[in-house]
């Protein structure tokens, strides 16, 4: 039978009622976001959580030593000496990076996340501080300005890739667009003379020029860029101005484009 509250000594009354407000109070901590929503917060908290993939090189990988590394990586740490606290990346896979971030596991997202209007609706995006280009690429001597050039041209992409949606909305008829099983395959062919031209990323681009002399093959024209943003969560528009800041002053200064040379071996692309 359970005490009335009227039978329960003062005391005793007392006693539970610190007992419960500890409790609540100790809950209240357990719900409290670990994730910071603004500049102070993330001092106090004294660490920069970002989220990064890292199987995806040379944006973002693994070192010899197991530590994330790659170009997202050198640009979270930029930020993190910028509001004078440490950074701690928590590697994260392209399905599972938002759920992070708005779950608060991450304070912000470098996770070569490109902007789109559908993640818009679920994160806020700074500005652009990186981009993917897929371009396309073909030996210096063979003249091809822009799309018009590549009637009765070879040209190889990666089969359902991003350059094979591309080269097929510009190609003209007569081009003779030859797919295959992936970028590896696609530079072979060309490496080998099976094709005029491929549609690849920079990336792939610099690891073809790094196999043959100088000057054998160019980038033609931009077949298409994605911009990347860091994505932070809804509200943390005080922590956007900040990241904005850093964006804004690290372009202006080249250091940016320092770090994607670093990685990528070619300029930053002009992001808008």
Known sequence: MTASPSRIPPSRRAFNGALAAAALGALGLQAAPAGAQTVAELKQKGKLVVGMLVDFPPYGITNTQNQPDGYDADVARLPAKDLGVPLEIVPVTGPNRIPFLLTNKVDALVASLAITPERAKQVLFSKPYSAASIVLYGPTKTKIAGPDDLKGLRVGVARASTQDVAVTRIAPEGTQI?????????????????????????????????????????????????NMAVALRPGQDDLARAINDFIDRNTANGELNKLYRKWLETDLPKLG
């Open 178 to 226: 030859r797919r295959f099983d992936d970028d590896a395959s696609a530079m072979q062919a060309l490496l080998s003379g099976q094709v005029d031209a491929i549609g690849c990323s920079v990336t792939v681009a610099a690891q073809i020029a790094r196999r043959v002399p100088a000057g054998t093959f160019e980038n033609k024209f931009q077949l298409v860029q994605q």
